[in-house]
C-alpha cells in the first residue's frame, strides 16, 4: 500500500465510479485536463473532467535564527504578488520529493538546508484535480547560491517570523493554500 492509496473501509464498493473511458481533453506545460465518461453508483452514465498534474512539494525553510524564508512571486490567475513558501513539482530527475523540495528550495530562494524532514503529503483538491502535495520542513537554512528561476517565475525572497506568518494566516493575508496550510500544520504539531 502506498502513501496515497486508502482503503475502502465498510461499504466503500457502493461509492464507487466505473470509469468508461478517458481522453485528453487539454494539455500544455504543468498539467492536462482529462475527460471521462463514467458509470454512477445508480447505474447512471455522466461526463466528468479533472485537471492532472505532477506531484510537488511544498517547503517551510527555517533559517538558523528561526525566521522562515518566503517568497513573493506575481500570481497571474488571481492578479497580484502572492506571498508564500517554496514550492513546486517533482521533475523526472529528482530520485523522491526529498530531493525534490532540496531542488526547489535551491532554485526558488537561493538557500540551502542543512535538514529536510517530510512533515506530511496531502491531496488539496481533490473533487477537481489528482494534485498530490508532499510538504517538508527545512531546517537551518543558508543563502549558499543564486536562484535559478523558471522562465515563468518573478520570486522575491524574503524572511518572516514564524509567529507573523500564524497572524497573516489568521487575518486571512497569507491567502496561498499550499503556505497557509503548512504554516497551520506545523504551528498544530511542531511540539510533538
Request: hydrophobic share 35%.
Amino acid at each position: 500500500m502506498t502513501d496515497r492509496d486508502v482503503a475502502d473501509g465498510p461499504n466503500g464498493e457502493d461509492l464507487a465510479w466505473e470509469t468508461l473511458a478517458t481522453e485528453t481533453a487539454y494539455t500544455c506545460d504543468g498539467f492536462d485536463i482529462f475527460n471521462q465518461s463514467v458509470r454512477l453508483p445508480d447505474g447512471t452514465t455522466a461526463e466528468f473532467d479533472y485537471l492532472s498534474e505532477s506531484e510537488a512539494v511544498v517547503i517551510l525553510p527555517f533559517t538558523p535564527d528561526g525566521d522562515v524564508v518566503v517568497i513573493d512571486e506575481w500570481r497571474q490567475p488571481v492578479e497580484r504578488v502572492n506571498r508564500g513558501l517554496p514550492a513546486g513539482s517533482i521533475e523526472p530527475e529528482d530520485d523522491d520529493p526529498t530531493a525534490a523540495a532540496h531542488r526547489e528550495l535551491v532554485e526558488e530562494t537561493g538557500h540551502e538546508a542543512g535538514a529536510m524532514e517530510h512533515l506530511t503529503s496531502v491531496e488539496p483538491a481533490n473533487g477537481f484535480a489528482d494534485s498530490y502535495f508532499h510538504y517538508f520542513v527545512a531546517h537551518d537554512c543558508e543563502p549558499t547560491a543564486e536562484q535559478r528561476l523558471d522562465d515563468n517565475e518573478s520570486i522575491r525572497v524574503d524572511t518572516a517570523s514564524f509567529d507573523d506568518l500564524v497572524e497573516s494566516v489568521r487575518t486571512g493575508d497569507l491567502q496561498d493554500g499550499r503556505s497557509a496550510f503548512a504554516v497551520l500544520y506545523y504551528a498544530l504539531f511542531e511540539d510533538e
